[in-house]
Nanobody, 125 residues
């Protein structure tokens, strides 16, 4: 249905910033809700942020509120996750995911249909 490719990860120092990108193809990006998740070895995939197709409503995990910002440019079929004030505990593989438009913001992996391959974010202490 939709193919997603994340980019922008890397190795950074605590307090630094990164912007992750999620490029979509195969379908019209504006028709989908976008979510960002992250996962570390031995743990379940964790919700980070989500945004409605219109971009008018967002939600964030408590652990990233005030530091991360989700956004999207539907005309470019691209979503973003701006990550500021990074902490070592933010280290994970970050995944973007999409699902059909929903009034309610979706915050669990099972509610999303298409996933990217992930991009590694490592924050040194």
């Amino acid at each position: 249905q939709v193919q997603l490719v994340e980019s922008g990860g890397g190795l950074v120092q605590a307090g630094d910033s990164l912007r992750l990108s999620c490029e979509a193809s195969g379908r019209t990006f504006s028709s989908y809700m976008l979510g960002w998740f992250r996962q570390v070895p031995g743990k379940e995939r964790e919700f980070v942020a989500a945004i409605r197709w219109s971009g008018d409503t967002t939600t964030y995990a408590d652990s990233v509120k005030g530091r991360f910002t989700i956004s999207r440019e539907n005309a470019k079929n691209t979503g973003y996750l701006q990550m500021n004030s990074l902490k070592p505990e933010d280290t994970a593989v970050y995944y973007c995911a999409v699902r059909l438009s929903s009034v309610i913001l979706r915050t669990t992996p099972g509610e999303y249909d298409s996933w990217g391959q992930g991009t590694q974010v490592t924050v040194s202490s």
